[in-house]
């Protein structure tokens, strides 16, 4: 009984229809293919928002839109499944059998994917033998579309999408592989910089047959069954690790606050962040029902690009931080909140500004998480987009000019490490800062100084990272529309740990007057400065506790200045190295405090 | 003086190749690589050789120090000055987080601690105007406080220098008349193309390195010469060409990454004899394989490299070639994940312990140790029978490590673990050649696969059968073949320079008079550099549509005209891209020349193993598993040495030499070129 037994397993496993083995093979080679198409639009494309910032995405879903495939440099904020939200959308629109082969399919509508209307998902069907087995899609950000401000999404002042820009809610740009060139037309009436434009959309569309074809290579290869088994292992092996790290969880409700400035419109109107998760073995429960209403300014997303995307990247920093995002990732987690919230917007809603709040929701979220599961929990970091945007005509060639930044600034600290310095945000993932010297040969402003902002890091036994501070010389008429925010809430430490300090925009005019604002426009001229400043990150645990060579070491470097030293550590310093007696006495007071 | 002499030391092996002029003859050298002592393993592959330095003519010379010192931390204390407000530059890198949801993301920390980061008042426009006069009493009280804090080497780097170095070049100036000892450099001296981080990263690099290559060759020059060898010693730069000893101290960095580089050289010969205009190079080792695209015989070079790694490491501006490099060589370590998946790398046992079959210690299975368990590696003939391998050892310990806990059982079961690890390395290894084709918008198929290094030959027929490729290449002393394609290598010097200039009738003028500018600079230093006037030149430029950030490196001819720089860029564009930009506006960005200078070096006919016998070589047999056929196949085992040029035969057949292996597939036909080369075809049919 037991030798047949082991016979027959044996006999099977040695060549089951579809082994371990060939699974694994297929994992591997579709998880290269948005890899491949990555790097061929970042070749090809033309505005630096693209190319530079790489603000797309690249990623195979199946037929109904579950995420199978997403390329690594991918910005962590469309891990909410954009594309796979598109496809659906498109589903429910079209129809499976009427998206054909060779059919590029366009969308932006803000009812499904909930985020600003530059964000366009373009994808095809493909195709083995007939059946469908999903969709290769590529999403970009469009450099314009329109509406009130250069760059669309940047104005700060919308009160509706229609102010926003073009929609483009379900479109086929190709049909059977063929253009229609009425909806180029349309699109390059629809935007200031068509020349970029479409060049990024030839890139997007040639980034969507590629992608179709490797897709189609490797399912003629392994077989139809072959494929669909492995995309299951695929979200089996993602949720594996989630349920792995959801072992070490403490089980429980926890709950978590902050707040984010005003709503864009109304100063000092603060919006509440206030976060509840609940963990069991089985399951994450993110509750968003006290995050603040839907505001009048374009602070809102809409459900799938706003609430689910920031609890699905809180999710990934901290129960799959290893693995190529898919489907399975989420499979535990449920999001509940009521339509009407600031993440939960209606579709007439303003949304320029969508992604620019979910740092702090994620930070919020991730330090509920953390209270849970503290060996990887973090403090806060600066937590905004930042953005800050100049536009206008470059006084040498006369041509229109575009340019939008965001910051970089300090990273929570850990239990074992202080934060580090200086990144974009939680939202963001491989987007480098364009040059100092590309910035000063295209735009008419010189940028003075590039800096550390010492003390700027939170206080603690490990240290906040260092927020930036960048100088503007500007040299010509043009426009700075600035989104900023966590001045009121400011990246908060954690376990005793003090908060980072906060960002901040000001402006120095050419005739000495001074100002300062976080969010709206401003006219500069030559002769103005900007100095555009980045938070630090929160800190952990209490600085008094932090050791004296580290302060020493940190004084040295120049992220602590003496002053801050002594003020915030209890390290006095004299001209040839501490005051023992100084430091005891001073962080005996403190620790007694 | 009868000798052309090349060694390469490289991370696991020294490898020399000695040219014999008189008789035409080529003897190979190897010696583990003496980390203590980097020149005494040289000299002691030279004694094997039993050639003589005070016969040889030249003797070039590749090294791994300088990525070394980068990776291990080795380096001089670094100290460096920057324009006024950018002391961060190096320590901010550029905020980007390449490695997405790991939430204490860091870099590795810059080779430059802050404070010794120091900046002077001083700053160029963006056109290259001084707006503001360098303060060299403020660049004095700098080099009092490097004085002061014991620093070994100084980078200068500043703002916009790349379209005026006047400030550089005085400040490094002032600085080496400040600081006697101390190795100067500057940004702009390794780099004139645009972006402050990496000019700076990359002068930082070159400091790092500086002192400690200096002593390195001015020792090897030294004991060169006490072993009475007088002629010229040259270093294999990462751009493919040799540069003499002056300039690799000046420009170390400039020897970054020399270990592909030989063996690339030599493909790009053998393309040019063989009439082969579309090849990928690809070599596999014992850690890594990587894989370069050699058109026309020649390869792209890439002006950025990333040390440790784009996702933590710092870039270096220094023309390296354009090579994809993937976790995937002999040592790749099989294993089974938390999750109960096969993987394979990106641990490698390297060579010590090495793979099991080794008898070294190794207890982990390998890829090597797949394929001595499959059949595919003779157990008795591996290294001509010096290193008898376990075959036992291997097939017991991926049938316990690997096939058991996969649940598969038996003979069959252990074949089928072992073949997997192999098509895992597979996956790896095509994703590694699908990216450098794809994203450069070529089509694999119409490609040949030269393969070399350890293991290329065992994995040729396999990775052409999954690429779609038709024709794979095995060149002679494929294990070797690095240093023989360093006895390659000519002179070359290379000068490059931002322009940012429209193409237009009147930007063509300043094309023509950068040009020309360069030329004169790389004829000067190719005459002081190597002595000799008769140097050749080759014109290029980064091109790009107006807006397009990436350029398009075009080859331009003489004379320089709006129409042919125009035809040369959509030629380029259009290779690239599969399309045009109708109307769009083409600028110059980077103006690059390279001077060559022809060195004495070998014919490859020279080359061809001499086979002694004229009777048809009788194979032996052997049990070999084909994953095409998925199980064993009774095969003929072949000595290379025996089969003569013209000899063809069908496959499945395995081909054996002293430092490799060669598969040839069950659909696959080998025949033996004229140089010697082993030409694999495999059939359309065969594709998968």
Known sequence: MTTLATRTTGAMAARPPIDSITLEIIRHQLAAIPNQIERNIERTAFSPLVYEYKDYSVGFVDPVGRLVVQSRGSLPIFVANALGTAVREGLEVLGPDQIHDGDIVITNNPAWLGQHLNNVVAYTPVRVEGELIGFFAVLVHWVDVGGSVPGSCVASNTTDVWQEGLQLPTLKLLERGRKRPELFRLIAANTRFPAFLLGDVEAQISGCQTGHDLVQEITARHGLEAIKSAIVAMWDGADHAVKAALARARPGTYIARAELDDDGVTPGRRVAVDISVTLSAEEILVDLSGLGPQTAGPFNAGRNGGAIAAARIACKYLFSPDTPVNDGDFRRLRVEIPDGRFLSASPDAAIGHSGSTVPTVVDAILNAFGQALPERAAAAHHGIYGIHAFDGRNPETGERFQHLDTVTGGWGATAVADGPSPYRSNGHGDVPDVPVEMQESFFPYRIEAKRLRPDSGGVGRCRGGLGVEKVYRILGDCRLVVGFDRVACPPWGVHGGGAGLPASVEILRANGTRESFSKGERRLSAGDFAYVRSGGGGGFGPAVERSVEDVLRDVRLGYVSREGAERDYGVVLSDDGIDEAATAARRSTMSSR | ?688
């Open chain 2, 1 to 688: 003086m009868r000798y052309l002499i090349a060694a390469d030391t490289g991370g696991t092996f020294t490898d020399l190749a000695v040219h014999d002029t008189q008789n035409g003859q080529t003897h190979f050298g190897k010696t583990l690589t003496n980390y203590g002592d980097l020149v005494a393993g040289v000299l002691e592959g030279l004694f094997d050789t039993s050639a003589e330095l005070s016969e040889a003519r030249l003797v070039k010379h590749g090294t791994t120090h300088v990525i070394n010192a980068l990776i291990q931390r080795s380096g001089a204390r670094v100290a460096l000055v920057t324009t006024e407000g950018f002391r961060d530059v190096v320590e901010m890198a550029r905020g980007n987080r390449p490695i997405p949801f790991e939430i204490g993301f860091r870099r590795n920390p810059p080779l430059v601690e802050r404070s010794l980061c120091f900046e002077v008042p001083e700053r160029i426009d963006h056109n290259g105007a001084v707006l503001l006069p360098l303060d060299e009493p403020a660049l004095e009280t700098v080099a009092e406080a490097i004085r002061a804090a014991n620093v070994e080497a100084v980078a200068v780097s500043f703002i916009n220098a790349y379209r005026n170095s006047d400030h550089e070049d005085r400040a490094e100036a002032v600085l080496a008349r400040l600081l006697p000892g101390v190795f100067v450099t500057s940004g702009t001296r390794l780099s004139r193309e645009w972006s402050e981080f990496e000019r700076a990263t990359t002068a930082v690099a070159n400091a790092y390195v500086g002192t400690n290559m200096d002593r390195y060759i001015a020792d090897f020059v030294a004991r060169l010469r006490e072993q009475r060898f007088d002629g010229p010693l040259y270093m294999m730069g990462s751009n493919g060409g040799i540069m003499s000893t002056a300039q690799a101290r000046r420009q170390p960095i400039a020897l970054l990454e020399s270990g592909p580089i030989g063996g690339c050289i030599g493909a790009g010969a053998y393309a040019t004899a063989l009439g082969l205009d579309r090849l990928i190079a690809f070599d596999m080792g014992g850690t890594t394989a990587k894989c370069a695209l050699v058109e026309d015989g020649s390869f792209d070079v890439q002006s950025t490299y990333y040390v440790g790694g784009y996702e933590r490491g710092f870039p270096v501006r220094t023309p390296v070639l354009d090579i994809v490099e993937v976790g995937a060589g002999g040592g790749s370590i099989a294993w089974i994940d938390a999750q109960g998946r096969l993987r394979v790398g990106p641990r490698s046992a390297g060579s010590d312990p090495g793979p099991i079959a080794f008898r070294r210690g190794g207890v982990e299975p390998t890829v090597t140790d797949a394929n001595v368990a499959l059949g595919r590696i003779g157990p008795d003939s591996f290294m001509n029978g010096r290193l008898p391998l376990d075959l036992d050892g291997a097939r017991d310990a991926i049938r316990d490590r690997l096939a058991a806990p996969l649940g598969f059982e038996g003979e069959g079961g252990t074949d089928r673990v072992a073949q997997g690890v192999l098509d895992l390395a597979v996956v790896t290894m095509t994703g590694a050649i699908k990216e450098i084709t794809i994203e450069r918008g070529r089509d694999i198929r119409d490609y040949a696969l030269f393969v070399f290094g350890g293991g290329g030959p065992i994995f040729g027929s396999e990775l052409a059968r999954e690429l779609g490729i038709g024709l794979v290449v095995v060149p002679p002393q494929p294990g070797a073949f690095s240093s023989l394609g360093m006895l390659m290598a000519e002179a070359r010097l290379d000068l490059a320079r931002t322009i940012l200039t429209r193409l237009s009738d009147a930007g063509m003028e300043e094309v023509r008079s950068g040009f020309e500018a360069l030329t004169a600079e790389a004829s000067d230093n190719a005459a002081a550099e190597f002595g000799v006037a008769g140097a050749t030149f080759e014109y290029e430029a980064d091109m790009r549509y107006r807006g397009q950030k990436h350029t398009v490196r075009v080859r331009l001819e003489q004379p320089f005209t709006t129409a042919s720089a125009r035809r040369a860029f959509e030629a380029g564009y259009k290779a690239r891209y599969g399309r045009l930009n109708d109307g769009g506006e083409i600028d110059f960005v980077v103006l690059r020349v390279g001077a060559l200078v022809p060195i004495p070096r070998p014919n490859l006919s020279d080359l061809v193993p001499e086979v002694g016998a004229t009777a048809a070589p009788v194979p032996r047999l052997r049990q070999v598993h084909f994953e095409a056929v998925g199980g064993r196949l009774v095969t003929p085992i072949y000595r290379r040495a025996e089969l003569p040029v013209g000899f063809a035969a069908e496959g499945p057949a395995v081909i054996e030499e002293y430092s490799a292996t060669t598969i040839v597939g069950p659909l696959d036909r080998i025949e033996v070129g004229r140089l010697g080369e082993l030409r694999i075809t495999c059939p359309a049919a065969s594709r998968r």
